[in-house]
């Protein structure tokens, strides 16, 4: 499934590459994750928990650099994990690029993902809704921590974020497929062309 999202934040371009450029700080700011360890050659393990409906997963699995384009501004990374109940996988590739804005930068983000077990139950707007406010989150995240970084604060003053919260992440993505649904229902009526 490939689900398409961007968001802004308020540096410059270099600013925010030279923050990506730093995998924990990125993980950091990722509700839900937690970079466990550097396996080096640009591989990474860690975790992630999140709940989507009534079901809690929390996976275990590696993410790993397979592109960085300095001058493209453009980073490819692939993640694969397992629910440590044994109850799904997830595989994704991200690909993430910046681009100059009046106010700073875009960062537009394609994922494709695939998942099994007991998270592939739900459809594909309710995986995007949630992904959509996972991504929000983030580019908030970020803003907070280049913000503090650029006061002077280390990794360790900034903290950490808070996990990935199963029922603000499901009031969200409802409120979105609600919006969706009255959108289609509300919508002016426009005949097909013949």
């Given at each position: 499934?490939l689900?398409?999202?961007?968001f802004e934040v308020?540096?410059?371009v270099?600013?925010?590459w030279?923050?990506f450029?730093?995998?924990?700080q990125v ?11 550097d396996?080096g ?8 928990a999140?709940?989507m409906?009534?079901v809690?997963m ?9 592109e960085r384009?300095d001058?493209g501004k ?7 994990g397992a ?16 681009v100059?804005?009046a106010?700073g930068?875009k960062?537009?983000v394609a ?5 099994s077990g007991a998270a ?20 908030t995240?970020m ?17 950490t ?10 009031m969200?993505a409802?409120?979105m ?13 426009r005949?097909?062309p013949?």
């Open positions: 499934m689900i398409e999202s961007s308020a540096q410059p270099e600013k925010v030279t923050f450029d730093d995998i924990p993980a950091a700011c990722l509700p839900g994750a937690e970079l466990t360890e396996l050659d640009d591989r990474y393990g860690g975790k992630v999140i709940r409906g009534p809690k929390a996976f275990d699995g590696t993410a790993a650099i397979k384009d001058a453009k980073i490819v990374v692939d993640a694969a629910d440590v109940k044994g109850r799904g996988q997830a595989a994704m590739s991200v690909i993430a690029s910046l100059p804005i106010r930068s960062v537009d994922m494709d993902l695939q998942l592939a139950q739900y459809g594909r707007g309710m995986i995007a809704d949630v992904t959509a406010v996972l991504m929000r989150d983030f580019a995240n803003q907070n921590r280049i913000d503090a970084l650029e006061k002077g604060l280390s990794p360790d003053q900034i903290g974020v808070a996990p990935a919260s199963g029922f603000g992440i499901a969200q409802m409120r497929a609600l919006t969706r649904v009255l959108r289609r229902f509300f919508a002016p009526y005949p097909n013949t």
